[in-house]
């Protein structure tokens, strides 16, 4: 992506007066997109000139990642980044559950193997070592951002480039609604997750996040190096309190409303207008 290019003033694409009902901005200013904020023809004559590249990682491990995985795919073909060049990073475990897979123009996909040092390790442990390793191999000089995603989704409407940004994190449905002090943060002082009580911004959720390659590389390091120290405190916390802590300290430069992951049993609230990805029932 050339640097040289300017880039639209946040109050040339987004405008926060458009949704009163909810909160469009944080206390650091990042915009939190929802639809009718922003006018996604103006980010796009920025996009195309610069001729970017997205990628999308998504994580097929799981028992039945041939299922989920076709229906992914085939939704994000359709909604994610369209009119942009896009690479799936299938990462697989089973090669032999890779359903066909039949892609639009501008769309590649390349099939990545997940690689266990340990049995025993924690699968989000694997997952962001093997990111990690990826990005710095090849990922980060093939894409100019890079989103996360876990497999249980399905793509409902478009997915566009207002969702990119340095540093993206998508708040939880289950918990955007509720009051701020249930939010399920590690509270264990001891734990590099550990947020105290009485702080903390939003809860995100780890099925989506992203950025440029080389954030989501920050973010990759960072995990595991609390990892680490929970282990060595004799403790474990879940991924997404350590995504949490993360973006806690490093704040995110973008933040996506739940209408970008939305969990369908759930009676939709007025404030959803759109939902753009639908979480995916656990038996499928």
Known sequence: MRDHEAEPQLSDWFNPKKRPDVTTTTDWLAPVIWEGTYNRQVLEKYYKR??????????????????????????????????????????????????????GTLRTFKLIAASKEKIWEDVNVIRMRNLNMYIIKHIQSEVDFLFSMTINQIFKKDFGVETLGKSVAQLHAWWYFENAKNVPYERRYKSAAFIPFGEGDFYYHS?????????VLTFTLEYQRAVTSDINNGLSSTFECHLNKYFFINKPTKLLSPEYNWDPTFRIPPQIKHVKIAWQPKNI
């Open 50 to 103: 610069l001729n970017i590249t997205v990628g999308l990682v998504v994580w097929a491990t799981e028992k039945f990642a041939g299922q989920y995985l076709k229906q992914f795919i085939q939704s994000a073909n359709k909604h994610f980044m369209s009119g942009y060049k896009v690479i799936f990073y299938i990462i697989m475990d089973d090669f032999s559950r890779l359903p066909p897979i039949e892609l």
């Open 207 to 215: 099925a989506i996040f992203g950025g440029t390659p080389q954030e």
